[in-house]
Structures are given as structure tokens and as C-alpha cells.
């Protein structure tokens, strides 16, 4: 173990690794003890360690209290029904109030909160039924317990929790896995930098540390953890994360660089400009807040429905018991009725229906590598019929890759696989790749030296053996890399930013499901060019994060619904405006936050996926809502006509709740 | 009847019984890492490796 490190405990679930370390033990230590392991690790930012899950364990705690109460209380029921009479009813009803009395008052709590509030602001929800519902159901029945009546309500109102806290819970438990999935994969990547004091040394400081004028030492391979300007050394910097150009850009001193941009060749020293919250990611951070205020407007279809419902299921109930009042059957006997309207319409079914649906959905997406972030976002990806795509990163990999390997012979690929592995040089690293790929098998090199902004130079056998920087002129947006093997002539890599893998089957696959797609890209028209005619797309290039806000805006007032597919900071503003929006899983943070949405790995094939689900999920959860109605059509007039009973309604409720869980599973299969 | 009086508060306290033992399982985290607890049976706590 070592040194500094106190002790280390893995969460495997969450795939976090703890640490405690002594105060001087600084993050790239404990990463590089990390790697001597074999593993790559990533420090978490500071606001992502929060806990999650709070609300799915209350929910939990509550289903499990409602659960118990219910199965108790079924048993106790299950006696009354099959005819326990006089003393022993008795009995057994105040048994059952003892228990139902204490699990409403804590297992109610979500439902009468939530109802409360909507009711204090003069709308209604869902919950406002099942309050009612509940409190009628739980005071008549108490008064029928106090005079030996016959019908208690207690097992009908504890399951009716039951089943709706099930159907929280589970959309809660689905919110907190995608959003830890999308947590761990949050890559923080510039957490910090390495500053030079003034005594010479070098001290790493996290960002928030910075401060403007400290000078930050910054290798090639790093991101900028902070906006400066240069006052030693050269190079080239990708500043595609932050505007979408893919040609690096070269810097020298007196340049301004900016944070989140990736130094691509030499080691640079920069004087500190802007830190924290003064960058230029600040004013984009900024427009995102404001973008991300529409997506909030957005009504879930089970509240949509219930806007419906709860007016319509109060008014059946008090007319029943109007009715009944008329027809001269007594306040006692016309209450029960209406109770039992209330119980048997209460949206139990409906509140497991959309849940039940979409866990179902994100699980299957989750094996398909797409992770959701809830089931809200699930709902607006099945709306979609427009799409926007980023061009860096996201049609394409963001990340060069060699084109003209094939130039090279067999012995050449041994060498240049040995050279580039001893690398963390961007273009190395994709060069390593490449031939990882193809299965060639690295030589032994001895005196294995990199030198910072010119290459890694070995000896191979006698022959010195060479990768590095090229003089040969570079064309448009490709970069080259010589490799010298002896005193042969130096062959020229190139490289280039290579189209993600089933990029074209994609858009044709979203042009089947009726949405058309086009180009939004902040590079220049050259660079996006080529990939807009390889896919057959039209392109908006050079633009700005306003820009593309802009033109959602402009598509949406239009009347369309804009899935922003992005991965650049750059994009965090259209993917929060965007109706739905997805990232790759190699997006900037800003991205992967603003994002509904996170894909895993290089293929593009999710994009049309996720939405192929989102749309099965969305068809089952139409049905149902119609096996709901259906249900409430039957049994509603029974309950009118006085005949449900306790039994019948216990009966129904369950009978239905499993029928919708049933449908929803049935989504497992149809979206294989 | 009398059967009843002493079976029906033994069968809710055994109901009682595995609800707190929910809860304090739920407390003590034995429900945060999941997948964590098959594979940390298989670490050799005092093998070689341990300092």
C-alpha cells in the first residue's frame, strides 16, 4: 500500500473506491498508486459526492411498514370474510385499526405531502384522489369499527399505499441508478493543476484553488484546469470540447488558452487570467441554467392524466352518494357506497402502470448501454421528431485516429505499437489503439526515452527507432506523426478525427422512425463538410452556443420536438434546451449533466435505440392506461350500484395492479 | 377463541420481528454495495499481500 493512504474501501456498486490519506498525500499520488494496481481511476467532484438515494430509502421504509401492515391485516380480513361474526369481527376490525391507524399516519406521508402542496396552489394531482381516498376510506371504516358494523375499508386502504409507494419507489430506485451511473462515468478531468510557487517548487492545487495570476505547469496530454495565457513554451491545443473545431489550434507565448481545453503537444507554462467562476465555461455554464428552466415545464403523462381523473373521480363519488341520498338509503349506507367509489377508482393501477413501464424500459436500456436519467426524460424521447447532431465527438470519435496505417509493414507496426504505448500523448494513445485493434504484437525497445514536444525515441537492436513530431506539411484538419525505423526514410502517420461507428444505419434507422436529422456544429464548414455529404445531412456550422439555442428555439416554435444529440461543453445550453437530449459517455461533464440521456461506448446505434425504446415504452404505457379504464368502466358501476363489498374491492385492486405490472414486463421482449 | 388472543399477537410480533430486522439491515448498510459483499468474501484478509 502506499505510502500516505490510510485505508481504502470499494464500493463495487456504485464503482467507487474511498480513500482516507494523510493531508499531504496529493490526488495524482493516490491515482498513480491506483495505476500501479492496473487501474484507471478519476477523482469525483466535490458536488457529486452527495448521497443519493435518500428518497428511495424513505420510499422504501415506507413500502416495507405499508407491506407488513397489509399482509397482516389480509389475514385478519381473510377471516372476516370467509365469516367470522359478532364478537370476533369486532375483534378483528379493531385489530386491523390498530395496525392501519400507524402505517397510514407514516406510510401516507409522500401522498398527503404531495397532495397538500398541489392543493395549496390550487391544482390537483394525482395524490389528491388517493388522500381522500385514504383519509374517507380509513374514518368511515374506524366509525364502522366503533358500531360493530360489518364492511371495514383498513386492508383496502393499506394495500392501496402499498401498491402506490411499489410504484414511487420504483420510479425513484430508477432515478438514482442512472444518475449514479452517470456519476461514475463523470470524468472531471482537469479537477486541478500543477502550480509553480514562488520559490521554484511545484505544489498541485485542486481548481477551485486557483487564482489568477499563479502559473500553472501543464503537460502535454492535460487539460487546462483554468483560462491563461502562455509565458513558456508552444503548442497545440484541441479545443473541440469547447467549440466544436476539430483542427487544433497552435499557441505560443502572449496566446490566450482557455479551460477545458487539452494540450496536445509540449509542456506549457500559463499565467492564471480566469479561475473558477470568472472562464469563458462560466458564461456557457450560465446559459445552460436558463435552458434547462423550459425542460421543467414539462408535465409528466401520469399527472397529465390525472388532471383528468382526480375531477372526475370526485364527482362520481359525491354524485353516488347524492344519488343514494335521494333514493332514501341513508347518509350511513350511501357513505359506504361512495367510499367504495373512491376506493375502487383510486388510480392504483394507473400510479404502477407508467412506473412499472419505464424501470422496465431503463433496465433494457441500460444493457443496451443508454443510461436514462428518469422516467420524465424517457416520456419527452418517445415526442421526438427532429434530431440535431453535434459533428465533434459525437458523430465522430473526438479523438484522432490513425487513416493510413495500411502504409506501414508488419515489422513497422511492432515498432511503432512498442513506441506509442510508452506515451500519453493524444495522438500516441490513438495510434495504440489502432494497433491493439488490429492484434500486433509490440517489439522490445531498450532506452525508452520521451522527449516533451518531440516524441518517444528508442533503441531497437542496434537501430535507433523514432516517434514523433513531423516537419512535412499538414494538411487541413489532419495531424501527422513521422516514425523513423534506422536509416530508412521516415514514413508520415495521419491522422484523422475517424465518423463513430454506425453513424450512417443511424440516421437512416431515425429517418424510418420519422424524424428528420441535420448538422449543428461549431467547426468550420471545411471540417464539417465531409461528414454531412458521408451521411447525406445538411449542416449549420461555425456556431455558437447561442446559436444552436437558437435554433432549437426556432424549430421548436415551429412546432417540432428537437432531440439535441452533443457531447461538447459547447453543446451543454442546446442539450439542456433541447425537448429530449443524449450524450456520449465521452462527453464533457457539462455535457453528460445537461443531457436526459448518456450512451456508453463508440457505436452510435443508441441514438435511434433509445428513442425505438422510449416509444415501446410509451405504446405499453398507453395500454396501461387503457386496461385502468377498462377496469374502472366495470368495476365503477358495480360500486355505484352498491355491490362491492371490502372482498370484491381487495379483489379488483390487486387483480389489477398485477395486470399492469404484467404488461409491463412483457416490454423485456418486445424491445429484444 | 382463547387459541386466538395468543396466536394473533405471536404471528404480528414475528411480523414486527422481520420489519425492525429490515430496518436495521437498512440502517447498517447492508443494502449499499450490493455486488461488493460476494466479491470481499474472497479477499484472504490475512494473506501475504496484507501490511
Not at chain 1, 367510499?339 to 413501464?357: D, F, M, N, Y
Not at chain 1, 455558437?544 to 432531440?563: C, E, H, N
Not at chain 1, 461533464?589 to 435511434?608: E, H, K, M, R
Request: net charge negative; charged share 20%; glycine share 10%.
Amino acid at each position: 500500500m502506499a505510502s500516505g493512504i490510510a485505508a481504502a474501501r470499494v464500493n463495487f456498486t456504485a464503482k467507487r473506491v474511498s480513500i482516507s490519506h494523510l493531508p499531504e498525500t496529493t490526488i495524482p499520488e493516490i491515482q498513480r498508486a491506483i495505476a500501479k494496481l492496473g487501474f484507471e481511476s478519476q477523482p469525483i467532484a466535490d458536488n457529486l459526492v452527495a448521497p443519493t438515494g435518500e428518497d428511495s430509502r424513505e420510499l422504501l421504509k415506507a413500502m416495507a411498514v405499508s407491506g407488513f401492515a397489509m399482509m397482516n391485516i389480509m389475514l385478519l380480513s381473510v377471516s372476516v370474510w370467509s365469516g367470522a361474526e359478532g364478537g370476533t369481527r369486532d375483534l378483528f376490525h379493531w385489530i386491523s385499526a390498530l395496525i392501519a391507524l400507524p402505517t397510514i399516519a407514516y406510510s401516507g406521508r409522500p401522498f398527503f405531502r404531495s397532495a397538500w402542496a398541489a392543493l395549496r396552489h390550487g391544482r390537483t394531482n394525482m395524490d389528491v384522489p388517493i388522500s381522500i381516498g385514504v383519509t374517507l376510506a380509513t374514518a368511515l371504516s374506524l366509525f364502522e369499527t366503533f358500531t360493530g358494523g360489518a364492511h371495514a375499508y383498513f386492508d383496502g386502504a393499506v394495500m392501496l399505499l402499498f401498491f402506490l409507494l411499489t410504484g414511487r419507489w420504483l420510479d425513484s430506485v430508477m432515478r438514482d441508478r442512472a444518475r449514479d451511473g452517470v456519476t461514475a462515468l463523470l470524468k472531471n478531468r482537469a479537477a486541478g493543476a500543477l502550480v509553480i510557487t514562488t520559490d521554484g517548487s511545484s505544489e498541485w492545487l485542486a481548481s477551485d484553488k486557483l487564482k489568477t495570476d499563479m502559473v500553472m505547469l501543464v503537460a502535454a496530454g492535460e487539460r487546462l484546469a483554468a483560462d491563461g495565457e502562455i509565458v513558456k513554451g508552444a503548442s497545440r491545443f484541441d479545443l473541440s470540447l469547447l467549440t466544436g473545431e476539430s483542427a487544433p489550434a497552435a499557441m505560443a507565448i502572449g496566446d490566450t488558452v482557455h479551460a477545458g481545453t487539452l494540450n496536445l503537444d509540449g509542456p506549457v507554462e500559463v499565467r492564471i487570467t480566469a479561475a473558477g467562476a470568472t472562464t469563458a465555461l462560466a458564461d456557457i455554464a450560465r446559459l445552460m441554467e436558463d435552458a434547462a428552466q423550459s425542460k421543467s415545464r414539462y408535465v409528466r403523462v401520469a399527472d397529465r392524466a390525472a388532471r383528468y381523473y382526480a375531477p372526475a373521480v370526485h364527482t362520481l363519488a359525491l354524485s353516488s352518494f347524492v344519488g343514494w341520498m335521494l333514493m332514501g338509503a341513508g347518509w350511513h349506507q350511501s357513505l359506504l357506497i361512495a367510499v367504495a367509489v373512491l376506493i375502487i377508482t383510486c388510480p392504483c393501477a394507473l400510479g404502477l402502470a407508467v412506473p412499472a413501464a419505464q424501470i422496465v424500459a431503463a433496465g433494457v436500456l441500460m444493457k443496451k448501454g443508454i443510461l436514462v436519467k428518469d422516467g420524465s426524460a424517457l416520456e419527452r424521447l418517445a415526442e421526438v421528431d427532429r434530431a440535431l447532431f453535434d459533428k465533434t465527438g459525437t458523430l465522430t470519435m473526438g479523438q484522432p485516429e490513425p487513416v493510413n496505417l495500411g502504409e506501414l509493414s508488419a515489422e513497422q507496426k511492432s515498432v511503432a505499437l512498442a513506441l506509442a504505448r510508452a506515451s500519453r500523448h493524444p495522438l500516441s494513445q490513438g495510434l495504440r489503439r489502432a494497433l491493439e485493434r488490429e492484434g500486433v504484437k509490440a517489439v522490445a525497445l531498450d532506452h525508452l526515452e520521451e522527449i516533451p514536444g518531440e516524441g518517444v525515441k528508442a533503441l531497437w537492436g542496434l537501430q535507433e527507432v523514432r516517434l514523433g513530431r513531423t516537419d512535412a506539411g499538414e494538411a487541413g484538419a489532419s495531424l501527422g506523426v513521422s516514425l523513423d525505423v534506422g536509416d530508412a526514410s521516415a514514413t508520415v502517420l495521419r491522422f484523422e478525427d475517424a465518423m463513430r461507428p454506425a453513424a450512417e444505419a443511424t440516421i437512416e434507422q431515425l429517418a424510418k422512425l420519422g424524424i428528420e436529422s441535420s448538422i449543428a456544429s461549431g467547426d468550420r464548414a471545411e471540417a464539417v463538410a465531409p461528414v454531412a455529404r458521408a451521411l447525406g445531412l445538411t449542416a449549420q456550422t461555425g456556431m455558437q452556443p447561442q446559436d444552436k439555442l437558437d435554433t432549437i428555439a426556432r424549430l421548436a416554435s415551429g412546432g417540432q420536438k428537437v432531440l439535441m444529440i452533443g457531447d461538447g461543453l459547447n453543446d451543454g445550453p442546446a442539450l439542456a434546451a433541447g425537448y429530449a437530449s443524449l450524450a456520449p459517455a465521452s462527453a464533457s461533464d457539462a455535457g453528460q449533466n445537461a443531457a436526459d440521456a448518456v450512451f456508453l461506448g463508440d457505436s452510435l446505434a443508441p441514438v435511434a435505440q433509445a428513442v425505438e425504446v422510449a416509444r415501446a415504452t410509451q405504446r405499453i404505457v398507453r395500454q396501461n392506461f387503457a386496461l385502468a379504464i377498462g377496469y374502472n368502466v366495470i368495476a365503477v358501476p358495480l360500486a355505484i350500484m352498491g355491490l362491492v363489498t371490502p372482498l370484491i374491492a381487495a379483489l379488483a385492486m390487486s387483480g389489477s395492479s398485477l395486470i399492469v405490472v404484467g404488461n409491463a414486463i412483457r416490454l423485456k421482449a418486445i424491445t429484444k | 377463541m382463547t387459541g386466538i388472543l395468543f396466536l394473533i399477537p405471536i404471528a404480528i410480533g414475528l411480523g414486527l420481528l422481520g420489519l425492525v430486522g429490515f430496518f436495521w439491515s437498512l440502517k447498517s448498510g447492508q443494502f449499499d454495495d450490493m455486488d461488493g459483499a460476494a466479491l470481499r468474501i474472497l479477499i484472504d484478509d490475512d494473506g501475504p499481500g496484507d501490511d
